[in-house]
């Protein structure tokens, strides 16, 4: 994977190059970002503004950030699965030992952990007192798409740079996750485009009383087949009943919503999905 530093998030590299100007940079980061190149890349832009002879730091062309962008610095260290399914202990390891040798070339060492939600219970717990006070000048950078899968005593060791908090995320992205959904669940769901267009149908075809609603309950059923997408396409009726009442139809918005909020609750006493498309559709035939 080429490492591109030009490719770095602005905001956030703006924001950590105050932070070294002012010397106060943290020795551990947890970089968060759906787009986890992005954030890989803004790790290596930072290592690179750490080691920049250039006047205009990072230049990118320097001895010194070419070492690092093509992986040759030996004060520089990613860490990455290399294609296996978790980070082990033995990769937490040798950035141990590491740390016990003087830095070869820099003032400090730099170390990037990619996809650390892939650590496992054993490295994260070996990563700890890295992380914690670190015996020689070190700074780590934790790379994640999902902060809800860093151990909370990994997390609460490091800054925590949020990248999707920042306007990085689209209006679809940003609903899901101030509705509870992960950045993980986010990518697992994909294109909903599908799931969308069934669902605008189904909504429409209910308030239209009309005994097609069922036929397109159960096309949605037949769609929604993971509680991901459940609750998807539950939280989608939500925001187009939401609609209704900020568009002045505040009665038909609210019966909705009391229909839905019904259904939360018969979901977490396991009824079915199809059951409780039904249950909807039949609400409004009545
Ligand atoms: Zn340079």
């Excluded at 925590?160 to 993980?184: H, P």
């Excluded at 568009?247 to 977490?268: C, F, H, P, S, T």
């Amino acid at each position: 994977m080429a490492i591109e530093i030009s490719k770095k998030d602005a905001q956030q590299a703006a924001m950590l190059q105050r932070s070294f100007e002012q010397q106060h940079l943290a020795h551990s980061y947890l970089f968060v970002d759906a787009n986890e190149k992005q954030a890989l890349d803004t790790a290596f832009w930072l290592a690179c503004l750490l080691n920049c002879t250039g006047a205009n730091k990072p230049d990118g062309t320097c001895r010194n950030c070419q070492q690092i962008i093509s992986g040759n610095n030996p004060d520089v260290l990613l860490v990455t699965t290399e294609g296996k399914q978790s980070l082990g202990i033995d990769q937490v390891r040798v950035l141990k030992e590491e740390l016990a040798k003087r830095p070869v070339q820099s003032s400090m060492r730099f170390f990037i952990i990619d996809q650390a939600q892939k650590l496992t219970l054993s490295a994260a717990n070996a990563l700890l007192n890295l992380l914690e006070e670190p015996i020689a000048p070190v700074v780590t950078v934790l790379i994640t798409n999902n902060a809800d899968q860093i151990l909370p005593t990994v997390r609460s060791r490091t800054q925590i740079i949020n990248f999707a908090a920042d306007g990085q995320v689209n209006g679809k992205t940003a609903l899901l996750l101030e509705n509870g959904f992960t950045l993980e669940d986010v990518t697992e769901l994909g294109d909903t485009s599908k799931l969308d267009q069934a669902s605008k149908y189904f909504y429409q075809e209910m308030l239209e009383r009309n005994s097609l609603a069922i036929v397109s309950a159960h096309q949605l059923v037949e769609l929604a087949k993971g509680k991901l997408e459940q609750e998807y396409v539950l939280l989608l009726l939500k925001q187009m009943a939401q609609k209704e009442i900020e568009n002045d139809k505040q009665q038909l918005g609210a019966r909705m919503l009391k229909y839905l909020i019904e259904v939360d609750k018969m979901r977490l006493s396991n009824v079915g999905f199809r059951n409780l498309l039904d249950y909807l559709a039949l609400q409004w035939k009545r």
